[in-house]
Nanobody, 121 residues
């Protein structure tokens, strides 16, 4: 129903920038919201930013003002623009989509495979 493929991760120095992309393909599935999550070693996966179908965005306090979530008009690609990166941003970043199968009742979610972001001098 939904396939998500992240790209754009890599190694960057503190203060640098990266833009992550998530290619979205779906079949018989209406997406209500999408988001970026991250997980550092030994830590819980946490929500970084989300965007609803209407365009309303939400950010974790730790990234607000530095990160921007967006999507293209066709909703085929989700982006996360990251500025002023710090070592605390080091994690595997995952794309997530939530929605409902057409003619379905219950909501469901899908995850991408993740892309590594490492911030180090």
């Amino acid at each position: 129903q939904v396939q998500l493929v992240e790209s754009g991760g890599g190694l960057v120095q503190p203060g640098g920038s990266l833009r992550l992309s998530c290619a979205v393909s779906r079949r018989r599935f209406n997406i209500n919201a999408m988001g970026w999550y991250r997980q550092a070693p030994g830590q819980q996966r946490e929500l970084v930013a989300s965007i609803a179908s209407g365009g309303v965005t939400t950010y974790a306090p730790s990234v607000k003002g530095r990160f921007t979530i967006s999507r293209d008009n066709a909703e085929t690609t989700l982006y996360l623009q990251m500025h002023s990166l710090t070592p605390e941003d080091t994690a595997v970043y995952y794309c997530h989509a939530e929605g409902r199968l057409i003619d379905g009742i219950r909501n469901s979610g899908y995850w991408g495979q993740g892309t590594q972001v490492t911030v180090s001098s």
